[in-house]
């Protein structure tokens, strides 16, 4: 078993596997279609790569998970065999490293809603994933399905009547005109915005409503969430939601938000301002970023909170182990 060092105790929300094989090969050049280059030093997955940066970064436990749809350029008969490949890649990490590892079930694209449900059953049941992972849009073009869409209500409703954690991530799409220049590819200019979309989707189709148990974590602090939720407020009922704007807000702020690749004075104010401190949740993206830069971002994290060291344990790992009670017995034990 390895062991952690001395430090905060942090869990980490947003922290990636990459399965290898071909198709893991396959994928990682999916994203560098969209303009994304691997940083200098970023390390190739594994556990023990995890652990190690884990160690150095005062972490405790990370819940791994796999942004969804990326394997679209997959033919659908592979993608529920992907699913399955990274959901037991993910266990076995658990099995190999006790107390270091949870993990997000990664679905077939939920559009497939029989081979969704059965892999979501599966993870939950058998393997003992903490929650799933969605991504806010599924498809492209005319194809698109965004995650309030009508084709994922048995999804939604088995995730309410459930109570599933859901870690939610921005889909790597590229906009409409080519991206400004090489330092803004998809995942710095678009992601945040395509995770705020999904959120604003949900809460306006009354999704997020009528599934109240579904509990979601908005990745990177939620992109541009918490500053356009009153856009959405004020404009959606002009244009027909049957929302007010009061309850839109209301319902903006039952979302948890994760600070991987947001940790900043800016957006942690903007945070603090929006959900209650119980809402905000730890992240790193590592190992799309490396250390370094995972590390840039917690240390502000730190700084803001330096005053308040109660509060930061809550962010760190308090408000984790409320959100899954087994890390409180793992950390007894």
């Not at 560098?32 to 190739?44: H, I, Q, Y």
């Not at 497939?112 to 003992?128: R, W």
Request: charged share 20%; net charge negative.
């Amino acid at each position: 078993m390895t062991t952690s060092t001395p430090g905060p105790g942090r869990v980490d929300f947003h922290h990636h596997l990459f399965p290898g094989g071909e198709r893991a090969e396959l994928l990682q050049r999916s994203l560098l279609d969209t303009g994304w280059k691997f940083p200098e030093g970023a390390p190739r997955w594994s556990p023990a790569t995890s652990v190690a940066f884990m160690d150095g970064l005062g972490i405790d436990t990370a819940i791994l998970s796999l942004p969804n749809d990326l394997e679209h350029v997959l033919p659908v008969a592979e993608r529920r065999e992907y699913a399955r490949e990274v959901n037991l890649t993910a266990r076995q990490a658990v099995e190999d490293h006790p107390g270091r590892f949870g993990f997000f079930a990664h679905l077939p694209a939920p559009t497939d809603v029989d081979g969704a449900l059965d892999e979501m059953a599966y993870a939950l049941d058998e393997l003992g994933a903490d929650g799933v992972t969605l991504t806010n849009v599924y498809g492209t073009g005319a194809d698109a399905r965004s995650l309030g869409d009508d084709v994922f209500e048995p999804l939604w409703a088995e995730l309410d009547r459930r109570g599933t954690l859901v870690f939610l991530h921005g889909e790597q799409t590229p906009g409409r005109n080519r991206m400004p220049n090489e330092y803004l590819p998809t995942p710095v200019s678009e992601v945040p915005n395509e995770t705020y979309k999904a959120a604003a989707d949900l809460v306006t189709r009354g999704r997020k409503r009528q599934y109240p148990n579904a509990r979601i974590i908005l990745s990177h602090s939620g992109g541009s969430t918490p500053f356009l939720a009153a856009r959405v407020a004020g404009l959606a009922p002009h244009l027909g939601c049957e929302l007010s704007p009061e309850e839109i807000i209301a319902d903006f702020r039952t979302f948890y938000f994760e600070t991987a690749l947001s940790g900043f004075e800016t957006n942690l104010v903007t945070l603090e301002n929006f959900v209650p401190p119980e809402q905000i949740l730890f992240g790193t993206d590592f190992p799309a970023v490396t250390p370094g830069m995972a590390g840039w971002y917690t240390k502000n994290v730190d700084a803001y909170f330096a005053d308040r060291p109660e509060l930061l344990a809550q962010v760190m790992h308090g408000n984790a182990r409320t959100l899954l009670p087994r890390l409180s017995a793992t950390a007894a034990g």
